[in-house]
């Protein structure tokens, strides 16, 4: 084992005045044993931590450093927007020019709110569609992660999924109520539940490929069959494009998939790195938005300017280098069947579900579709392939429920150096 005295005496400050050392849950390592590592600097492919360790990055904050770490075009526009004053609580030029990148970006998209986290996206977003079909419940996939609000930790995926507790203490029943669950790619038992609620359900909500019970893929015609239902029981069709926003496709999964949702939840890449969310969708359910309309949410720093700054030129310049794209989805590929072949070859039982620059390897011999074979992985081996691969410089989530993103800063050496550390960490398990 590395000696890691910086991080461990950092996590054991932290023990004392922060829950479990942690600013966010799925930062502990609980779910693959061992101390959380404490990172000091980042830069490209790789992060460097408290005790100069490098590793390369798998996770890229969970998605917003698509291009890697510190890249010249997000930092040089916080620092312009910094030497302006970094908060107004007035309206600005970046923010309407944000909203009209973002309505061009994203297909079904036409009208935007701007907030400061997924969770606040998602949280607004059911809001809005009780508020514009009069009606009380919503129904979400099992394993689907929406942020922490009340309405979503029910059956919620990775952080509440790795730790055992998928309904929170301190979410009322009432609340518990109106959240109703099906299955991930099965539309018999979301039929099921539209007849049994019939003219009660405001909104289905998913993440279009999923990403929080590690990358799950939507099978043939699920999105489209969803969406044919949803217009055919007047419900509003929401995709929480948190994750798969702005990587999957400039305009996200639903470019990739051709289906438009009524709604559309955005953040991480958003914030090209700060703390952003958004919210959009038809003119026509945006307008109930306060002050156009009766629905109210608000944000004393919504829109920040420096959150907008960073944002904006992490899209455009997505937006002006599509070959980022083709270069990401490709590594994904290559990564993705590199480690199949390995565990093959180690005599491994493993699946890879990958999609574009997404991607999860399963510790299981069954193809994983939903929660329920999501959850017949190994976590155990999981917890002993990721230990493993830290201690030769690979830095993966540490959960088996969750997704690797990768960045556009990972190459051919990366690549090179990725592939021979899981290669021995396989060996290590067989
Ligand atoms: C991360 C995530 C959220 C929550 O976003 P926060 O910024 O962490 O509040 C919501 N939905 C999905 C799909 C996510 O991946």
Redesign the pocket.
């Known amino acids: 084992m590395l000696k890691k005295e910086n991080s461990s005496a950092l996590f054991n400050r932290a023990k004392n005045f922060i829950p479990g050392g942690v600013n966010s849950p799925v930062r502990a390592f609980r779910a693959v044993g061992g101390n959380p590592i404490f990172m000091h600097h980042a830069k490209g492919a790789y992060l460097y931590d408290e005790d100069n360790y490098s590793y390369i990055d798998l996770i890229n904050s969970?998605g917003p450093m698509i291009l890697g770490h510190a890249h010249p075009v997000v930092e040089e526009a916080v620092k312009q927007a910094l030497s302006g004053s970094p908060s107004f609580g007035a309206p600005t030029r970046r923010e309407v020019e944000m909203a009209e990148l973002i309505c061009s970006l994203v297909p079904s998209i036409e009208q935007v709110r701007m907030v400061n986290?997924?969770?606040?996206a998602?949280m607004a977003a059911i809001r809005v569609a009780r508020g514009f079909t009069g009606r009380d419940k919503i129904i979400k996939m099992e394993g689907?992660?929406?942020?922490?609000a009340d309405s979503f930790l029910i059956a919620a995926g990775s952080g509440a999924l790795t730790f055992g507790v998928p309904d929170s203490p301190g979410v009322t029943k009432g609340v518990a109520n109106d959240t109703l669950t099906a299955p991930f790619n099965n539309i018999e038992a979301i039929e099921k539940l539209l007849i049994e609620n019939k003219n009660q359900v405001a909104a289905i909500i998913l993440?279009p490929v999923v990403?929080?019970m590690g990358c799950v893929i939507p099978e043939e015609n699920y999105l489209q069959r969803l969406r044919n239902l949803c217009n055919q029981h007047e419900v509003v069709l929401i995709f929480?494009e948190?994750?798969t926003g702005f990587r999957l496709a400039l305009g996200g999964a639903q470019e990739l998939y051709g289906v438009k949702p009524d709604m559309t939840?955005l953040?991480?890449i958003v914030g090209g790195g700060l703390?952003v969310?958004a919210y959009g969708g038809k003119k026509e359910i945006m307008s109930c938005v306060s002050p156009a309309g009766p629905v109210y949410q608000a944000g004393t720093l919504s829109g920040n300017p420096l959150a907008m700054a960073a944002g904006m030129a992490l899209l455009t310049h997505l937006k002006n280098n599509p070959q980022v794209y083709a270069n990401i989805n490709e590594t994904g590929k290559t990564l993705a069947a590199g480690l199949l072949q390995q565990a093959a070859h180690h005599y491994i039982p493993a699946q890879v579900n990958q999609v574009g620059s997404m991607f999860t390897l399963f510790f299981t011999k069954e193809k994983v579709s939903d929660y329920e074979t999501a959850k017949k992985s190994d976590t155990a081996l999981f917890g002993k392939y990721f230990n493993a691969m830290l201690e030769q410089g690979v830095y993966l989530a540490p959960s088996q429920f969750e997704a690797m993103f990768i960045s556009n800063s990972i190459g051919k050496e990366e690549i090179d150096k990725i592939l021979i550390a899981s290669d021995l960490a396989f060996k290590s398990l067989s």
Do not use: A, F, L
Not at 117 to 120: D, H, I, L, N, V
Not at 144 to 148: D, E, L
């Open positions: 969970w986290s997924g969770t606040e998602t689907c992660y929406h942020g922490h993440e990403g929080n929480d948190v994750m939840t953040g991480k703390p969310g």
